[in-house]
Nanobody, 123 residues
Framework: QVQLVESGGGLVQAGGSLRLSCAASGRTFSSYAMGWFRQAPGKEREFVAAISRSGGSTYYADTVKGRFTISRDNAENTVYLQMNSLKPEDTADYYC????????????????WGQGTQVTVSS
């Protein structure tokens, strides 16, 4: 079992940057693929990015490709989401997720979620 706590959200102007962090409990962090999802008001939750257990493979939604970077530090039990060139449409609650199978995690099929951190991008 793993518990996830996100941090790093906030208010930023369009074109700015933020780095989200997700700290995981437990000693099995490297056994989990990790991902980020987001949910804007009135919209469904959507996939943002995912990273394999070793960090060797990464996946991104087309809407963030080239602007966001996911990374992980298995020694620190932490996954990051560096967000650059932010746009107002990136405004959402961002959730960290963990799962043993990357393909299922990318589809949101996991029971391990953080509580979310809010990102607001002003125009």
């Amino acid at each position: 079992q793993v518990q996830l706590v996100e941090s790093g959200g906030g208010l930023v102007q369009a074109g700015g940057s933020l780095r989200l962090s997700c700290a995981a409990s437990g000693r099995t962090f490297s056994s989990y693929a990790m991902g980020w999802f987001r949910q804007a008001p009135g919209k469904e939750r959507e996939f943002v990015a995912a990273i394999s257990r070793s960090g060797g493979s990464t996946y991104y939604a087309d809407t963030v490709k080239g602007r966001f970077t996911i990374s992980r530090d298995n020694a620190e039990n932490t996954v990051y989401l560096q967000m650059n060139s932010l746009k107002p449409e990136d405004t959402a609650d961002y959730y960290c997720a963990a799962g043993p199978i990357l393909d299922r995690l990318r589809r949101g099929l996991t029971g391990y979620w953080g509580q979310g951190t809010q990102v607001t991008v002003s125009s």
